[in-house]
């Protein structure tokens, strides 16, 4: 805590697009405080790059994709949400198509990834974004909504319109351990009965009982992990959305049958406030003092070497 990070070596994954169905490498490479998180199209002439920003969003049907002048990347929520559990700040992706790859449909196997990869602490303050004032977004009977409170927390309730998942709900202390363990590890889940239509509007080509849990008219045709997976999973999109905001929240969020188009809305929000000047009136970005000494000889993160 206290200090932004990046991670200490570069590490390669490679795997396919949940909606595409496309195989694509990812490179996640240190970067320098300040610099926050971006992908990088290796595929692209001029290999054009994409922030993950609020102002960035383009898409949230099924998945959160960015998009800046032309230059898309897909289903960016399990990595960034891997990112905000880790607490990493800053980190050049670079991706060799349009779209993340989805592994095994959950945030574990970039966690894996990135631990092996080491985190490494810049010598630069860490700086959050403190709710002081309520935010309430609502549309129909679902809605999401953003409290002040010491710590992350997040309220999350959902129907998910079947016998076996009438409704779920969780409330959770987001710490790096719980999401490691709670969180991270729960994939992504569709139901048959969809298959058809998304398929039709190019969307799950890349879905398969190995990365994510299928539900039948009967219930799951796979092994859940936790028996409110799905309500997990809903947890790990919303702190993935959350993270576009680039710096870490305090407050406590509660979700009802959200997704994300209100995650997304709940961060432009946020975003709005922070950008307008009546900061008194909602949020306030908290920068957490230095609390040691910095080294003369101290050499920045990120500046080329590691
Ligand atoms: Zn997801």
Same mark, same amino acid.
């Given at each position: 805590m206290g200090r932004q990070k990046t991670i200490g070596r570069p590490i390669t994954c490679s795997g396919i697009g949940?909606?595409?169905?496309?195989e694509v490498s990812m490179n996640l490479c240190p970067s320098p405080p300040d610099t926050g998180i971006i992908f990088r199209r290796?595929?692209? =002439?001029?290999t054009p790059v994409v922030q993950a920003r609020p102002e960035n969003i383009l898409d949230v049907h099924y998945a959160t994709t960015l998009g800046k002048a032309g230059v898309e990347v897909k289903t960016v929520e399990h990595l960034l949400a891997a990112l905000a559990g880790l607490g990493i700040d800053n980190l050049m992706v670079e991706i060799s198509g349009p779209e993340v790859p989805v592994m095994d449909g959950s945030a574990a196997p970039f966690v894996d990834l990135?631990?092996?990869a080491g985190i490494r602490r810049h010598y630069v303050p860490k700086t959050y974004?403190?709710?002081?004032? =309520?935010?309430?977004i609502e549309m129909g009977n679902r809605s999401i909504q953003i409290l002040p409170s010491k710590r992350f927390r997040i309220h999350y309730s959902m129907g998910f319109d079947h016998p076996r998942f009438p409704e779920q709900s969780?409330?959770?202390?987001?710490?790096?351990?719980t999401f490691i363990r709670?969180?991270? =590890?729960?994939?992504?889940?569709?139901?048959?009965?969809?298959?058809?239509y998304l398929w039709r509007r190019g969307l799950a080509l890349g879905g398969s009982l190995e990365n994510t849990v299928v539900i039948g008219d009967e219930g799951p045709l796979n092994d859940l992990r936790f028996g409110d997976e799905l309500i997990r999973h809903k947890v790990l999109d919303l702190i993935g959305d959350l993270y576009l905001l680039g710096? =870490?929240?305090?407050?406590?969020?509660v979700a009802k049958g959200a997704g994300h188009l209100l995650h997304t809305t709940l961060v432009r929000e946020i975003q709005r406030h922070l950008e307008s000047d009546q900061v008194s009136r909602c949020v306030v970005a908290a920068p957490e003092p230095l609390s040691f000494p910095v080294p003369a000889s101290a050499k920045p993160l990120g500046s080329p070497a590691v």
């Open positions: 949940l909606h595409s169905g496309q290796m595929d692209l =002439p001029d990135l631990l092996q974004i403190v709710v002081t004032k =309520p935010l309430v969780i409330e959770l202390l987001i710490s790096r351990r709670k969180i991270a =590890p729960s994939r992504t889940y569709g139901f048959l009965r969809d298959v058809e710096r =870490p929240l305090q407050g406590t969020v």
